[in-house]
């Protein structure tokens, strides 16, 4: 797809990026960082990420605003602008040298998503919609949910709540009430490309609490104009604001909307 001047900076920031990830990604995988203080080098990998993500978009558009999971908020002139990012989702894969990690950056305009990346680098897998203008991966590979509609054929991914997360039982619950009506479960620990690979047809649906805005925001848009269907747990509330979602293919959604929001 020929994408728009945004799409365009916003990929070329996510190669960028990638660039000192994948460096940084090589030192923990050739364990030349210990241990020790591999938490605090992905931290600082994190945080450079950021920064030089900012750097490009906000340099390419220097009136929009700015979510970023390192970096805060800050309003732009352009009050319906925003760019919403997470410079390394799926921190934890990363630092165990795991190579399912993802940049999300999403472009917000009157607080509707329109334009959205999710760049898997280890993967070199670029994931990318805009709004109307459908999902693709890569160079020219249009993106399309499954359309599996038997529960006992679909396999599901989540998040299973880290250390000390109070929406562990719950979650414990639902994957008692799913599990035994599904082909499986996977645990993939980056939400971006859980919503990616939903958009992709690799699994039929995901669901997850406790996020935030910039862990959904690009991956949402890419579900929607692949075909898929994205709701809040609570199907009353933003996804965005209450940092839940519910994503799947159409045919299944129902079924597996109510597995879940029965537990
Ligand atoms: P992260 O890697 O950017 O932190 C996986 O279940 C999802 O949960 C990932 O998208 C991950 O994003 C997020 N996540 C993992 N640990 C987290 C924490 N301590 N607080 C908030 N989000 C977290
Ligand atoms: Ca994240």
Same mark, same amino acid.
């Given at each position: 797809?020929?994408?728009?001047?945004?799409?365009?900076?916003?990929?070329?920031?996510?190669?960028?990026?990638?660039?000192?990830?994948?460096?940084?990604?090589?030192?923990?995988?050739?364990?030349?960082?210990?241990?020790?203080?591999?938490?605090?080098?992905?931290?600082?990998?994190?945080?450079?990420?950021?920064?030089?993500?900012?750097?490009?978009?906000?340099?390419?558009?220097?009136?929009?605003?700015?979510?970023?999971?390192?970096?805060?908020?800050?309003?732009?002139?352009?009050?319906?602008?925003?760019?919403?990012?997470?410079?390394?989702?799926?921190?934890?894969?990363?630092?165990?040298?795991?190579?399912?990690?993802?940049?999300?950056?999403?472009?917000?305009?009157?607080?509707?998503?329109?334009?959205?990346?999710?760049?898997?680098?280890?993967?070199?897998?670029?994931?990318?919609?805009?709004?109307?203008?459908?999902?693709?991966?890569?160079?020219?590979?249009?993106?399309?949910?499954?359309?599996?509609?038997?529960?006992?054929?679909?396999?599901?991914?989540?998040?299973?709540?880290?250390?000390?997360?109070?929406?562990?039982?719950?979650?414990?619950?639902?994957?008692?009430?799913?599990?035994?009506?599904?082909? *499986?479960?996977?645990? /993939?620990?980056? !939400? @971006?490309?859980? =919503?990616?690979?939903?958009? +992709? %047809?690799?699994?039929?649906?995901?669901?997850?609490? *406790?996020?935030?805005? /910039?862990?959904? !925001? @690009?991956?949402? =848009?890419?579900?929607?104009? +692949? %075909?898929?269907?994205?709701?809040?747990?609570?199907?009353?509330?933003?996804?965005?604001?209450?940092?839940?979602?519910?994503?799947?293919?159409?045919?299944?959604?129902?079924?597996?909307?109510?597995?879940?929001?029965?537990?």
């Amino acid at each position: 797809m020929a994408g728009s001047a945004n799409l365009n900076i916003m990929m070329k920031a996510a190669r960028k990026a990638a660039r000192g990830l994948i460096k940084d990604f090589g030192e923990v995988e050739n364990l030349q960082v210990s241990a020790k203080s591999a938490g605090d080098f992905v931290s600082r990998a994190d945080i450079a990420a950021e920064e030089l993500l900012k750097e490009e978009l906000l340099g390419a558009r220097p009136s929009y605003g700015w979510l970023g999971e390192e970096g805060g908020g800050m309003d732009g002139k352009d009050p319906t602008r925003r760019w919403i990012v997470d410079p390394l989702d799926g921190t934890t894969n990363f630092l165990h040298a795991m190579p399912h990690w993802a940049i999300s950056i999403a472009l917000e305009h009157k607080g509707e998503i329109v334009s959205a990346v999710v760049y898997d680098p280890a993967k070199d897998e670029m994931f990318y919609a805009e709004k109307g203008e459908g999902a693709w991966l890569n160079d020219n590979k249009r993106l399309r949910v499954s359309n599996r509609h038997r529960m006992i054929e679909s396999v599901f991914a989540t998040g299973v709540p880290f250390a000390g997360n109070r929406d562990l039982p719950i979650t414990l619950q639902e994957l008692a009430r799913l599990m035994p009506t599904c082909a *499986g479960v996977r645990r /993939w620990g980056s !939400a @971006a490309l859980d =919503l990616a690979y939903v958009a +992709a %047809g690799r699994y039929e649906g995901y669901w997850e609490r *406790g996020l935030n805005a /910039w862990d959904l !925001a @690009a991956g949402m =848009l890419i579900v929607k104009e +692949a %075909g898929g269907f994205v709701q809040a747990m609570n199907p009353e509330d933003s996804v965005l604001e209450s940092g839940s979602v519910l994503a799947s293919n159409e045919p299944i959604f129902d079924q597996f909307s109510k597995v879940i929001r029965s537990a």
